[in-house]
């Protein structure tokens, strides 16, 4: 890692809403870590799926599937989405009940080898640009659904004390339900941000 270490996020830290959690979760640090070491790097994109939310897995109620993102916030719900890709949200709310916080994309800064072997590819911008490439770049998958967040581990929330660069706001991308909610939070014109360009100016 280059700078300063960041330190693991503690839950109390978290706020308790998830529209709240998904904004402050821009620019803190997502880290995995595995025998050849770790990768990640700075959250840049997030949505929130609420309680309530039509759009989230949540809406229906409590399944085996989606259990954990009824766990305390700070828990990882990781589900695969058309058999294609890894999802990984944060559990959002109190123990009980389920929202979430799907985290879209970082700007990898550290461990960039290990993650271009991951996706097969060179370009940098690309490792972890949308949902799907960045669970391929950092290995996630539902072994690691309902991991403890707060904790370090195999993979882990947390800050390096750095200022956040100024935060935008749209409608989340690729929803039928639900679609104009503003509840995707962004780094303005950051080029590791996924979606149309239209949405992040």
């Known amino acids: 890692m280059t700078g300063v270490a960041p330190r693991v996020l503690d839950r109390a830290e978290l706020p308790v809403d998830t529209a709240q959690l998904a904004r402050f979760l821009i620019g803190k640090m997502l880290v995995r870590t595995l025998a050849e070491g770790a990768m990640g790097g700075r959250i840049v994109e997030t949505e929130a799926y609420d309680i309530g939310d039509p759009a989230g897995h949540a809406y229906r109620g409590m399944t085996a599937r989606n259990r954990t993102l009824f766990l305390e916030r700070g828990h990882a719900y990781v589900y695969l989405a058309y058999g294609i890709s890894f999802m990984l949200n944060v559990a959002s709310e109190v123990s009980g009940v389920g929202a979430g916080v799907l985290i879209r994309a970082i700007e990898p800064t550290f461990g960039i ?71 995707r939070f962004y780094v303005r014109n950051n080029r590791f941000v996924s979606g149309p360009l239209a949405l992040n100016g």
């Open 113 to 183: 080898a290990p993650m271009k072997r991951n996706r097969g590819t060179e370009r940098v911008r690309d490792l972890a640009r949308g949902p799907g490439r960045l669970t391929q770049a950092l290995a996630i998958d539902r072994q690691l659904d309902g991991l403890d967040l707060c904790q370090e581990g195999p993979l882990w929330l947390g800050s390096d004390g750095q200022d956040t660069d100024e935060v935008g706001l749209s409608k989340r991308i690729g929803l039928t339900r639900a679609a104009d909610s503003p509840l």
